[in-house]
């Protein structure tokens, strides 16, 4: 008998548990806004976002808990997301959907994120940039 080759484990768990839960998320959103803070492959859209992070880093930790599988933190406090809507008023093109998966992708690599976990996360967060975008260029 010929068998199905496995499924891959996204199948079963979500990307919140092949994480490893919140402290990951956590790494990760932290890490991708100093990357933004300081390198200047992302000056262009580190210059979009106001002076303090804070904000920014609180709500794209709660956004990415819900998203990724775990719980909806974000929801719970500021109703559906609506993130395409709310990225309107920032002119986001295909540079700056770059710049922010590069700013992704350095900051899965730099807190550890393994094979296939990292290129499968990147994948469908690359499709969810790719929605932001607003403006040709
Ligand atoms: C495509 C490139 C993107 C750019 C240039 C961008 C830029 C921004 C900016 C400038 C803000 C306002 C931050 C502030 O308060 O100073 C923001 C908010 C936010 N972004 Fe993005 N973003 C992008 C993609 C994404 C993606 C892919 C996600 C989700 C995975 C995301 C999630 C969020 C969330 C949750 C907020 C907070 C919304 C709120 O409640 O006000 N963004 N983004």
């Known amino acids: 008998m010929i068998e199905k080759p496995q499924e891959p484990d996204s199948q079963s768990r979500t990307f919140f548990e092949m994480l490893g839960g919140t402290e990951k998320i956590r790494e990760v959103v932290e890490r991708f806004y100093d990357i933004m803070d300081t390198d200047p492959r992302a000056a262009g859209i580190r210059a979009m976002h106001a002076e303090d992070l804070t904000s920014a880093r609180e709500k794209l930790f709660m956004f990415l808990t819900g998203w990724t599988g775990g719980p909806q933190l974000y929801i719970e406090r500021y109703g559906h997301p609506r993130l395409r809507a709310r990225h309107l008023p920032f002119a986001i093109g295909e540079s700056a959907r770059d710049q922010w998966m590069y700013c992704m992708i350095k900051a899965l690599h730099e807190t550890g994120v393994e ?22 260029g």
Request: glycine share 0%; aromatic share 4%; proline share 5%.
């Open 115 to 136: 094979e296939p976990v990292l290129t499968q996360l990147a994948s469908v967060l690359y499709e969810l940039a790719d929605m932001m975008r607003n403006q040709q």
